[in-house]
């Protein structure tokens, strides 16, 4: 009978409504905490902001040291998680910085309080940030805090309201990208494949240096992070894909030797001419 059930038509209505019920207490926070009102405030000022425009989401794998990034300087980016450590090599600031995962958050979040660029969070990393120091002139640093789940898989065009995570942050910013109404989504540094195994979601501590992204202090010795969970990724992004495509727009995958096979492969360089 259960096994029925959740083969069945009603079975997301019954997932959503129990979701529902099970967050109903953090709902108040969630939507009329100060925090949560400006950045729903923020949130709506910039819905659609880039309506027809091409923008690029900047992951954080090896290949971007095979990617020249200063084609991107004057082009609208995305960077996440860690992509701040690049911003002197690149000679520019990414548009905007996206980061969802608990760990890095709760590890980095001294070097995110202090960048100067808008900057989307999960609002369960609140607690991370002390309000002192996002008062008076420093109220326009605060970080937009998204009320991201891990439930309920789904794509939302407006990111006002409960956002999926995916398993990976770079879901979250394609969901940001077509809230601006970006056109065309190009991904670049988004491999897609790591050298460390395990259990996907697992957390390991990195006992040197970091293998699987740009840098090798990315997550350096005794960074605690967790294992790619690859599997639930492509299948948001396999959503995203086909949210994007209903609504005439594409998503393109930019990224030299990248393993992700879920969007269309374009050359990087090709994007520039003319």
């Known amino acids: 009978m259960k096994e029925y059930i959740k083969g069945s038509s009603i079975w997301p209505v019954i997932r959503d409504t129990y979701i529902g019920l099970r967050d109903l207490p953090q709902l108040p926070g969630a939507y009329l905490h100060p925090w949560r009102r400006t950045a729903l405030e923020r949130l ?50 990414t548009t905007y910085l996206s980061v969802v995962n608990d760990l890095v958050i709760e590890q980095t979040a001294q070097d995110l309080a202090a960048l100067k660029i808008p900057k989307f969070l999960t609002w369960r990393s609140r607690k991370y940030f002390d309000p002192a120091k996002f ?16 439930d309920a898989p789904r794509f939302s065009p407006d990111v006002r309201w409960r956002v999926w995570e995916g398993a990976t942050v770079t879901y979250v910013t394609l969901q940001l990208a077509f809230h601006m109404g970006c056109d065309e989504v190009i991904m670049v540094g988004v491999d897609h494949n790591y050298t460390t195994a ?77």
């Open 44 to 93: 709506s000022r910039i819905k659609d902001i880039h309506k027809g425009r091409r923008a690029f989401i900047i992951g954080n794998g090896p290949s971007l040291k095979l990617t020249d990034l200063s084609k991107l300087k004057g082009e609208i980016t995305f960077g996440m998680n860690r992509i701040y450590l690049m911003f002197d090599v690149l000679g520019f600031q």
């Open 135 to 150: 008062s008076g002139n420093q109220a326009a640093n605060l970080p937009t805090f998204l009320y991201t789940t891990y």
């Open 198 to 274: 395990g259990k996907p979601n697992s957390t390991v501590t990195s006992d040197g240096d970091d293998p699987n992204h740009f840098s090798g202090q990315y997550f350096g010795k005794g960074f605690r992070w967790q294992l790619p969970d690859l599997e639930t990724s492509e299948i948001a992004y396999r959503m995203a894909r086909k949210y994007y495509e209903n609504a005439g727009r594409h998503i393109l995958d930019a990224t030299v030797g990248g393993k992700l096979t879920i969007f269309k492969k374009v050359d990087y360089n090709a994007l520039f001419v003319g």
